[in-house]
């Protein structure tokens, strides 16, 4: 028994360092998922993230050495994890708080101010258990190097399991709230466990006080509760009704943006201008080739594949969508049937793709992009060429833009990086506007055969529809704009999109 003592006593500093800095990598990770539907995920928000974390580790260890030689005792130690666990339950009701304290902010200080304020301080709080419990356990100098290089390996250990533990498996389980909370719980187990924090009257009770308040107004002001319908390991997804072009409509967000508007009677209803362009593409290829095989990259709302399944009901339709909680809320709430013809894979496009039968697609269309976030090996010069290999000899490839059409980077780059794999790419939109600079959703087609307005005009009446939206851009418009500026070719070891796309980012925002 006491040999059993002996060894749970030698364990304990490195359980504590283990379970504090585990604790707080999980905030970390799921700062990112808070933020989400408030701000999005871009470069910004990981980077403030980041930077604002490290920050708070920085100088939590600093104080803590600090604190470590003036109050050695493991009542120091209690009091610091007890006050880690009011800090971290803090950051559920502060998430309202600071986004409307910081509103009308500029968007780039919004972010930093906003991470700050959620996530600055229980960082700094964590970022002193490790100088205390390294100054508690330090018995002879002789031997100092020896103690400090186990403990922080420890404390290293469990901030690497605390980032697999909560991006693999916590917030999908869990979901955020509850992952937060329990943070904030096991911080004050530890604190009353290891930490002798009962010595401590003043600061125990009046730290006790505030955690019960701040657990009080959470559940009282609802900030337990997520925003998301669904939080799945990628987004925070929602769904909810409206009406809209004289129906009622169901508009799927993922994190924060609005990424589709479904008619759940109508397979046929499109909102976004490039669906449109989609649409009259896929029945140009369907007219030529009936029935169609079909490769979507990206599922979201289903709405393309849910009108080919409907206006071309022979055809094969397959969905790369990487996140199966997209698909299953596409299912629950947005009409894509259960026993639809829809093949949905759960992977991502690139590694689903290494599986796929060369030449045997006739049309295949990307919508996995937008100005918020953009998947950047689906933008290279080797992706292409994997399209294209899985192209028959007149397919076609069409891909969703969102960019500006003279000052943007990223669709010049998306257009010479694909011209350099399809002897023909056209640049669509709804209409003639090609010398407008707003933010627009263009439409990138790549082929091995020539395509005109006319043939697609045609191909279109013949299936009765008299009357198409896309427009080609011009061709000597066409060659001027590709030529203005030196565009690079994205490639797997060059892919700068999110400075490309970082303009359109701040001034969406």
């Known amino acids: 028994m006491n040999v059993l003592v002996r060894v749970l006593t030698s364990l304990r500093p490195y359980l504590i360092v283990f379970t504090a800095s585990a604790c707080g990598l999980i905030i970390e990770i799921v700062a990112g998922r808070i933020l989400a539907p408030v701000i999005g995920v871009s470069l910004y928000t990981w980077t403030s993230i980041i930077g604002v974390v490290l920050a708070g580790i920085s100088i939590g260890n600093y104080v803590g050495g600090r604190i470590a030689?003036?109050?050695?005792?493991?009542?120091?130690?209690?009091?610091?994890?007890?006050?880690?666990?009011?800090?971290?339950?803090?950051?559920?009701?502060?998430?309202?708080?600071?986004?409307?304290?910081?509103?009308?902010?500029?968007?780039?200080?919004?972010?930093?101010?906003?991470?700050?304020?959620?996530?600055?301080?229980?960082?700094?709080?964590?970022?002193?258990?490790?100088?205390?419990?390294?100054?508690?356990?330090?018995?002879?100098?002789?031997h100092a190097g020896n103690v400090v290089g186990k403990i922080?390996?420890?404390?290293?250990?469990?901030?690497?399991?605390?980032?697999?533990?909560?991006?693999?498996?916590?917030?999908?389980?869990?979901?955020?709230?509850?992952?937060?909370?329990?943070?904030?719980?096991?911080?004050?187990?530890?604190?009353?466990?290891?930490?002798?924090?009962?010595?401590?009257?003043?600061?125990?009770?009046?730290?006790?006080?505030?955690?019960?308040?701040?657990?009080?107004?959470?559940?009282?002001?609802?900030?337990?509760?997520?925003?998301?319908?669904?939080?799945?390991?990628?987004?925070?997804?929602?769904?909810?009704?409206?009406?809209?072009?004289?129906?009622?409509?169901?508009?799927?967000?993922?994190?924060?943006?609005?990424?589709?508007?479904?008619?759940?009677?109508?397979?046929?209803?499109?909102r976004y201008s490039y669906e449109k362009v989609f649409a009259d593409l896929a029945t140009f290829v369907g007219a030529r080739e009936p029935p169609m095989n079909v490769l979507f990259i990206g599922g979201g709302g289903y709405t393309m594949p849910r009108f080919l399944e409907t206006a071309y009901p022979n055809s094969t339709l397959q969905v790369a969508e990487i996140d199966p909680e997209v698909t299953r809320v596409a299912i629950e709430y947005l009409g894509l049937g259960r026993n639809s013809r829809i093949v949905t894979h759960n992977e991502d496009a690139r590694t689903l793709m290494q599986g796929l039968a060369p030449g045997t697609f006739d049309l295949i269309m990307g919508d996995a992009f937008n100005d918020v976030s953009v998947p950047y090996h689906l933008t290279t010069l080797e992706f292409n060429r994997s399209v294209r290999d899985l192209l028959t000899e007149d397919g076609v490839y069409a891909v969703n833009i969102v960019d500006k059409m003279h000052s943007g980077k990223f669709l010049r780059a998306f257009e010479k990086t694909m011209r350099q794999v399809f002897p023909y790419v056209y640049v669509l939109r709804d209409n003639d506007l090609w010398a407008s600079n707003d933010r627009y959703m263009f439409v990138v087609v790549g082929s091995r055969l020539p395509l005109s307005h006319e043939s697609i005009a045609i191909a279109n009446l013949m299936e009765g529809k008299p009357l198409v939206v896309l427009r080609f851009m011009p061709s000597e418009s066409f060659r001027r704009w590709s030529t203005a500026e030196t565009a690079v070719v994205l490639t797997d070891d060059f892919v700068p999109v999110d400075g490309m796309l970082a303009p359109l980012f701040l001034e969406s925002r």
Not at 73 to 95: E, Y
């Open 152 to 270: 922080y390996a420890v404390s290293t250990a469990g901030s690497i399991f605390g980032t697999f533990i909560t991006g693999f498996v916590l917030i999908q389980l869990l979901g955020t709230r509850s992952v937060v909370l329990i943070v904030s719980l096991v911080l004050v187990a530890m604190a009353f466990a290891f930490g002798s924090v009962w010595r401590a009257r003043l600061p125990g009770i009046g730290l006790s006080a505030i955690l019960a308040g701040v657990i009080s107004f959470s559940v009282l002001s609802d900030a337990l509760d997520s925003p998301c319908q669904v939080e799945s390991n990628y987004f925070c997804i929602k769904v909810r009704a409206t009406d809209l072009d004289d129906r009622e409509v169901r508009v799927l967000s993922l994190d924060a943006l609005v990424h589709s508007y479904v008619d759940v009677d109508d397979p046929t209803y499109m």
């Open 69 to 142: 030689d003036r109050f050695p005792s493991t009542t120091t130690l209690g009091v610091i994890l007890l006050a880690g666990g009011v800090a971290s339950a803090g950051i559920l009701p502060l998430v309202d708080l600071a986004s409307d304290a910081f509103k009308h902010v500029p968007v780039l200080p919004r972010i930093v101010l906003l991470t700050a304020a959620l996530f600055f301080v229980p960082s700094l709080i964590l970022g002193m258990v490790t100088p205390v419990v390294i100054k508690l356990n330090l018995r002879d100098l002789a």
